[in-house]
């Protein structure tokens, strides 16, 4: 069993940032993909920007630029999700994802705002 756990989220101004991390219940390089996916009200969960071993790193267009996905430099085992130029459309509540085989694993979600 996978267990990830997100921190990070809050509210923030428009054009402000956010740094959000990701802790899996052991290392990262053991998985077949790592991301961040966002669901805002009333609509569906969509990818922000994942690594994976069959097509590499991926954002989404709307947040290319000003998004970017890591591995956390200290720790095997944390995913990190810097957002920068933050928008209102950026909105929505943010879950951790690790791909194991055609298995995937979710964080619980980690709600991010930015509003003035």
């Known amino acids: 069993q996978v267990h990830l756990v997100e921190s990070g989220g809050g509210l923030v101004q428009p054009g402000g940032s956010l740094r959000l991390s990701c802790k899996a219940s052991g290392s990262i390089y053991n998985y077949d993909g790592v991301g961040w996916y966002r669901q805002a009200p009333g609509k569906q969960r969509e990818l922000v920007a994942d690594?994976?071993?069959?097509?590499?790193?991926?954002y989404a267009d709307s947040v290319k630029g000003r998004f970017t996905i890591s591995a956390d430099k200290s720790k095997d085992d944390t995913i990190n999700l810097q957002m920068n130029s933050l928008k209102p459309d950026d909105t929505g509540v943010y879950y951790c994802?690790?791909?194991?085989?055609?298995?995937?694993?979710w964080g619980q979600g980690t709600q991010v705002t930015v509003s003035s």
């Open positions: 690594v994976t071993v069959a097509s590499g790193t991926v």
């Open positions: 994802n690790v791909k194991s085989g055609s298995i995937d694993y």
